[in-house]
Nanobody, 115 residues
Framework: QVQLVESGGGLVQAGGSLKLSCAAS????????IGWYRQAPGNQRESVATITWNRNTDYADSVKGRFTISRDNAKNTAYLQMNSLKPEDTAVYYCAATLGVSTYWGQGTQVTVSS
């Protein structure tokens, strides 16, 4: 059973930065894809950024140029560097890991951007 633990969320002013971490444990197999998702109150969960084992990345248009996803395969950890944060980035951020046909989710970390 894969377990994911996010950290790094918090309260920041608009224009500020935060770095989220997602630590995976419980599997000896490589995690093909790690993604960051977010869900704001009243909204559906949306994809923010994904990264493959070979570090191919994809971003939502709303975060391109501001967020950077990365991973350390040796540590089974993924990161999301968020710069130039906007109030509309406020949400609970989740990481998700895909192994084979299964996807595992973390418990989420709150990011709040004040104007």
């Amino acid at each position: 059973q894969v377990q994911l633990v996010e950290s790094g969320g918090g309260l920041v002013q608009a224009g500020g930065s935060l770095k989220l971490s997602c630590a995976a444990s419980g599997t000896p197999f490589k995690i093909e894809v790690i993604g960051w998702y977010r869900q704001a109150p009243g909204n559906q969960r949306e994809s923010v950024a994904t990264i493959t084992w070979n570090r191919n990345t994809d971003y939502a248009d709303s975060v391109k140029g501001r967020f950077t996803i990365s991973r350390d395969n040796a540590k089974n950890t993924a990161y999301l560097q968020m710069n130039s944060l906007k109030p509309e980035d406020t949400a609970v951020y989740y990481c998700a890991a895909t192994l084979g046909v299964s996807t595992y989710w973390g418990q989420g970390t709150q990011v709040t951007v004040s104007s």
